[in-house]
């Protein structure tokens, strides 16, 4: 069973168009988040739910929105894509968000490239 | 704000040789560190971590990492590596920001092990 799975694996699209990634989580955790992982593979950080609230929002332009419709699932919606959105995103869980124990567990992520 | 420093953005050894991939981190009254394994076109998995106690932690496939705090640096080490050993490698520091817990990343390093 897999236990964070993130749909789609690829996702190529033009320029201003609007596209959405979805994630779930089997592992009973309360927390969720999303990385961007760009060309030169740095991973940082976006947002992360906790119970489907917005916990932590790092400086992310407004067009990045995610939604967290139960604590299984938190999923990113994109609007008027950019290049420089080209990157692979990784969604995450883990079982507590505000213990320095936090292991977090990875999707597989999804590469996406704007045209 | 607390960072990660990882000093080689690239690491080439040979098959069964010893390998040491070097993380620094910025000094904080706590310290909770981790180190994470990227195989290609996979997410990330959890190798290893320190919270507190014995400096050395021992992770998964054979590897192991020493806190030392004096020198701010959470080395990993392996004896022996193997060609499956080929990934990239992150170290993170968990950051605490709203009451929720973050991880911050290094660069990454690229393990390569030539035959």
């Known amino acids: 069973d897999t236990a964070v799975s993130q749909t789609p694996k690829y996702l190529v699209t033009q320029m201003g168009n609007d596209k959405s990634i979805k994630c779930e989580q089997n592992?009973?955790?309360?927390?969720m988040y999303w990385y961007k992982q760009d060309s030169k593979k740095f991973l940082k950080i976006m947002f992360s739910?906790?119970?489907?609230?917005?916990?932590i929002n790092e400086t992310v332009p407004n067009r990045f929105s995610p939604k967290s419709p139960d604590k299984a699932h938190l999923n990113l919606h994109i609007n008027s894509l950019e290049l420089g959105d080209s990157a692979v995103y990784f969604c995450?869980?883990?079982?507590?968000?505000?213990?320095?124990?936090?292991?977090?567990?990875f999707g597989p992520g999804t590469r996406l490239t704007v045209l | 704000a607390q960072s990660v420093t990882q000093l080689d953005s690239q690491v080439p050894v040979f098959e069964e040789a010893p390998v040491e991939l070097r993380c620094n981190y910025s000094?904080?009254?706590?310290?909770?560190l981790f180190w994470y394994v990227q195989y290609p076109n996979q997410g990330l998995q959890l190798l290893l971590k320190?919270?507190?106690?014995?400096?050395l932690v021992k992770g998964i496939n054979g590897f192991e990492a020493e806190f030392n705090k004096s020198q701010t640096s959470f080395h990993l080490r392996k004896p022996s590596v193997h060609i499956s050993d080929t990934a990239e490698y992150f170290c993170?520091?968990?950051?605490?920001?709203?009451?929720?817990?973050?991880?911050?990343f290094g660069q990454g390093t690229r393990l390569t092990i030539n035959p």
């Open positions: 320190y919270l507190s106690g014995s400096t």
């Open positions: 995450a869980s883990s079982a507590h968000s505000g213990t320095p124990n936090n292991e977090q567990f």
């Open positions: 993170a520091v968990s950051v605490g920001i709203q009451g929720a817990q973050k991880l911050v």
């Open positions: 739910y906790n119970n489907k609230e917005l916990i």
């Open positions: 000094s904080s009254v706590s310290v909770y």
């Open positions: 592992l009973g955790h309360d927390t």
